[in-house]
């Protein structure tokens, strides 16, 4: 049996604990989460490698899941525009069942490889982009079948299952385990399951944005400020790196569009935004290799 499928001894007599016992319960057993994530860092680590690679070469990542892990597929997908500035295409989360599976179960959608064959011709997948299909149990037809037409066509593909056996494992180039174990309701796997899978999706999409260089340091230098507390955040942000005022960073940022790299140097070196767009354009867009470029020029060193 599947471990996730199986009975929580430490949970036993939940239904019969008061509130705080309750919730204490559920704590102690997601305590065991990041414990369990650690132990997969090799693997996730060889995933990362895989997806920042392909996105050199200007492929995508196409997440497909089913119930919860197909809705933090999407999730993980819905937060890069903002946090990276990234196109909506270039991190993508797909649901067995479409849209509509997203807030209503649909029925037979995780078993199905018909829709699963759909989904993927929709896509109009290839070989430069990366396939991560996650699923608690890995062995739903809708997740294997996306797998095996994946390989199929030469693409890289990664499995996150809390099961050590997936079937998914058969078809994945990086297989990420993590032994979850019970959960606190016998086989409720948005419980450990799903934190667990939101975790390593936090990896996956943030260690490979800062191998492709949109982060400086540990600052979101790509950030699409979109409201007040990301335009605020933009603000420090290039005050802070090109050590001015807000007040400079406020004016340059407004004449710039809100483009924090472009500011940054405009400030920096006391360049134009066509100076600065060059600078980036010949670096890949990262700032590190920009500043590591312009010290040397400037110091002969």
Do not use: W
């Not at 895989?50 to 197909?70: E, H, M």
């Not at 299909?133 to 996306?146: F, T």
């Not at 400079?248 to 140097?265: F, P, Q, R």
């Amino acid at each position: 049996m599947i471990s996730t499928e199986t009975l929580n001894k430490n949970t036993e007599n939940i239904d019969i604990t008061d509130t705080l016992g309750i919730v204490t319960l559920i704590n102690n057993e997601d305590l065991t989460v990041a414990q369990a994530v650690q132990k997969a860092l090799p693997q996730i680590a060889q995933a990362v490698d895989i997806i920042s690679s392909n996105f050199q070469s200007q492929g995508r990542l196409l997440y497909f899941g089913a119930g919860t892990s197909g809705r933090l597929g999407i999730l993980d997908a819905s937060e890069c525009p903002p946090t990276f500035n990234t196109d909506p295409s270039m991190v993508q989360g797909i649901i067995a069942g479409g849209d509509t599976a997203i807030k209503t179960a649909v029925e037979g959608a995780e078993d199905s490889a018909e829709l699963a064959k759909k989904d993927f011709r929709e896509k109009n997948i290839n070989k430069n982009d990366t396939i991560v299909c996650i699923s608690a149990s890995g062995n739903a037809n809708y997740v294997v079948k996306i797998l095996e037409l994946a390989k199929n066509i030469g693409c890289k593909t990664i499995a996150l299952s809390c099961n050590k056996n997936a079937k998914m494992k058969d078809f994945s180039d990086c297989f990420i385990f993590v032994d979850t174990g019970a959960e606190a309701i016998s086989g409720s796997t948005r419980m450990k399951a799903g934190t667990a899978q939101k975790m390593v999706l936090n990896m996956l999409t943030t260690a490979s944005m800062i191998k492709i260089g949109k982060t400086y340091k540990n600052y979101m230098i790509d950030v699409k400020p979109t409201n007040d507390k990301l335009k605020k955040r933009a603000e420090r942000i290039v005050a802070s790196i090109a050590n001015c005022s807000e007040e400079t960073a406020l004016k340059v940022l407004t004449e710039n569009n809100y483009d924090v790299k472009c500011s940054i140097l405009r400030v920096k070196y006391n360049i134009d935004a066509a100076a600065a767009d060059n600078l980036l354009k010949q670096h890949g867009g990262v700032l590190r290799k920009v500043f590591e470029a312009m010290d040397k020029e400037l110091t002969g060193f």
